[in-house]
């Protein structure tokens, strides 16, 4: 994503993040996020476009949790709600196509409804 968009995109979610987060209090794929957790078990999870953190609620016991969203306010909702429901997700601002972590530091990723704000065809199967 280039900077320009990066901005743009994390300025739009910045002012729609508390009604986000009043609108998403469930994940809208709470069963198969579910039916992923108990395969996978435990192990740290990258959560990649987190948004208001919903998502983050079937690995929330078994999981080190991790989050990131281009939005800084969409951040600040994800650790609002995992307050709420008893779970410490590390989150950080950052881009998807340009993750602060190592390669491989992961042990599985989920990215629910994100990656339509990619651009590019080629960005989204990176």
């Known amino acids: ?9 994390s300025q739009v979610f910045d002012r729609i993040a ?6 998403r209090h469930r994940s809208i794929f709470s069963r198969e996020l ?8 435990t192990g740290k999870l990258l959560n990649a476009g987190c948004g208001c953190g919903a998502d983050f609620i079937p690995f929330k016991d078994s999981f080190e949790l991790y989050g990131i969203d281009f939005s800084a306010e969409m951040i600040n909702q994800a650790g609002k709600y995992a307050r709420k429901h008893g779970f410490k997700p590390n989150l950080a601002v950052a881009d998807m196509q340009n993750l602060p972590f190592e390669d491989a530091e992961f042990d599985w990723l989920i990215a629910v409804a994100s990656f339509h704000h990619l651009k590019g065809q080629d960005s989204q199967l990176k």
């Open 1 to 9: 994503m280039n900077e320009q968009n990066f901005t743009s995109q």
């Open 18 to 23: 508390a009604g986000w987060y009043s609108f």
């Open 34 to 41: 579910s039916a992923l957790a108990a395969k996978w078990q």
